[in-house]
């Protein structure tokens, strides 16, 4: 649809209005490109308060050997060196970029992708619940300066990961469908796909360094 342009008196006033089709195939194209990082970033949440409400009927002692995904025996992690530290940030971290990136390369893999957001925000809101659990306000200060930085920067990476490997997943469902026919071959989307794991995996790596850096500026003035 286009604009409309409206005259008023003798003074030919132009009063333009909105170009109705042009800001419909905008919001249009808006959807189509952040639609899905938002869902996740929503699933991200969800999980969150999931896990916040789950964490009153985990053991103690389940969740520290589960310290890897849920970060909750700070004890242990103080006593690490600071290689340790960084290489236990980026595992956890990796684990999530390296099951979206085997789920891309599915054909189903578009249906489990988004539960990886579930289950990152169900961590971070187990985590914090069983800190403040454990610590109450000490704990939430500490959660807040040292592990929700690192947290909120790979849900950003993780959103926008996840996001391209869930389109590629779709491509290659339509592809066994359909064949060549209804969608073309994905090697140009594989080999973006490739490089966006590489930046990701930068990512987690930037992730990592920020955790420890934290870690060592923050974690020891906190009384445990």
């Not at 419909?24 to 996740?40: C, P, Q």
């Not at 990961?161 to 491509?171: C, E, K, M, P, W």
């Not at 071959?185 to 992730?207: I, N």
Request: aromatic residues 16%; contains cysteine.
């Amino acid at each position: 649809m286009k604009g409309f342009v409206l005259h008023f008196g003798s003074e030919s006033k132009k009063l333009r209005l909105p170009d109705l089709g042009k800001s419909a195939e905008t919001a249009k194209e808006k959807l189509r490109r952040y639609g899905v990082r938002a869902v996740f970033a929503g699933l991200f949440a969800l999980g969150f308060l999931i896990g916040a409400g789950c964490a009153s009927g985990i053991d103690k002692g389940v969740a520290e050997r589960l310290d890897l995904l849920f970060v909750t025996n700070i004890s242990a992690r103080l006593s690490m060196s600071v290689p340790q530290i960084f290489l236990s940030c980026f595992v956890a971290y990796f684990l999530f970029i390296f099951c979206a990136f085997l789920m891309g390369l599915s054909a189903w893999g578009f249906l489990g992708i988004p539960l990886l957001s579930v289950f990152r925000g169900f961590t971070a809101g187990l985590s914090c619940a069983l800190i403040y659990g454990l610590y109450k306000m000490t704990g939430v200060g500490f959660y807040i300066l040292v592990i929700l930085p690192g947290t909120l920067m790979f849900l950003f990476i993780l959103v926008r990961y996840s996001a391209g490997g869930f389109h590629l997943s779709r491509r290659y469902m339509r592809l066994s469908l359909f064949g060549n026919e209804r969608e073309p071959a994905p090697e140009t989307h594989v080999k973006r796909y490739f490089k966006r794991t590489l930046f990701a995996l930068l990512g987690c790596g930037g992730c990592a360094a920020a955790d420890m850096i934290l870690w060592l500026i923050f974690a020891n003035k906190f009384d445990f």
